[in-house]
């Protein structure tokens, strides 16, 4: 079964407060997108595509050495599922699994990225995510179960919406998901509100 990667490096770090986009910033002595591309590729990926936006020819320059990359521009930047939208045309026609990768996530391995391909394959899932949990979940996207710690996700809920209640959840949504991509679409709908409103839907 095939495999394909999509990292998104589109955003600014504004609470970087620098220049230089934000997966460019060094690590060990690396960009922090560099350690992501290795550990990727240790997945054999049949494609992997990198969506840029800031400062797109600076990240596209640095990445040049690595043949085979698909680039891809997400502008303006609308968040995760109008990133993935962006890839539509990359993957059309593309079977088996797609691993979606955020480029900030230098200490990530390549056993972990194993263990959600085989985990996601061996369940059949349509869509499958890693978590943590963590001491201060502040910041982070909490992850609502519908029964006790174990059963399935119910929902995700961003840091700013949640109730008091949620705010207490410890486990958190660490950004790096498993797609099927035969059983999942990407789309983008207008809301009630005239606004757009981008998704990526899986069957239950």
Same mark, same amino acid.
Not at 30 to 54: D, F, K, Y
Not at 82 to 104: N, P
Not at 120 to 128: E, L, Q, T, V
């Given at each position: 079964?095939?495999?394909?990667?999509?990292?998104?490096?589109?955003?600014?770090?504004?609470?970087?407060?620098?220049?230089?986009?934000?997966?460019?910033?060094?690590?060990?002595?690396?960009?922090?997108?560099?350690?992501?591309?290795?550990?990727?590729? !240790? +997945?054999?990926?049949?494609?992997? $595509?990198? /969506?840029?936006?800031?400062?797109?020819?600076? *990240?596209? %320059? @640095?990445?040049?050495?690595?043949?085979?990359?698909?680039?891809?521009?997400?502008?303006?930047?609308?968040?995760?599922?109008?990133?993935?939208?962006?890839?539509?045309? !990359? +993957?059309?026609?593309?079977?088996? $699994?797609? /691993?979606?990768?955020?480029?900030?996530?230098? *200490?990530? %391995? @390549?056993?972990?990225?194993?263990?959600?391909?085989?985990?996601?394959?061996?369940?059949?899932?349509?869509?499958?995510?890693?978590?943590?949990?963590?001491?201060?979940?502040?910041?982070?996207?909490?992850?609502?179960?519908?029964?006790?710690?174990?059963?399935?996700?119910?929902?995700?809920?961003?840091?700013?919406?949640?109730?008091?209640?949620?705010?207490?959840?410890?486990?958190?949504?660490?950004?790096?998901?498993?797609?099927?991509?035969?059983?999942?679409?990407?789309?983008?709908?207008?809301?009630?509100?005239?606004?757009?409103?981008?998704?990526?839907?899986?069957?239950?």
């Amino acid at each position: 079964m095939d495999t394909h990667v999509v990292i998104l490096a589109a955003g600014k770090g504004t609470r970087m407060k620098s220049a230089l986009p934000k997966v460019l910033h060094r690590v060990a002595g690396e960009p922090m997108i560099e350690h992501v591309l290795v550990q990727a590729a !240790a +997945l054999n990926p049949r494609s992997t $595509t990198v /969506v840029v936006g800031h400062e797109a020819d600076t *990240l596209k %320059s @640095a990445l040049a050495r690595h043949q085979g990359l698909t680039f891809v521009v997400q502008e303006p930047q609308l968040g995760t599922a109008h990133a993935l939208l962006m890839t539509e045309s !990359a +993957l059309r026609d593309s079977t088996g $699994t797609l /691993v979606l990768l955020s480029g900030d996530v230098p *200490l990530l %391995s @390549a056993g972990t990225l194993q263990r959600l391909v085989d985990r996601h394959i061996s369940a059949g899932a349509a869509a499958s995510l890693i978590t943590a949990v963590v001491e201060d979940s502040r910041g982070y996207g909490r992850i609502v179960r519908s029964g006790q710690p174990g059963e399935p996700i119910a929902r995700i809920v961003e840091d700013k919406d949640t109730t008091a209640a949620e705010r207490e959840i410890r486990e958190i949504n660490s950004g790096i998901y498993a797609f099927a991509l035969e059983d999942c679409s990407m789309r983008s709908e207008a809301s009630p509100r005239r606004t757009r409103r981008r998704s990526i839907t899986c069957p239950t």
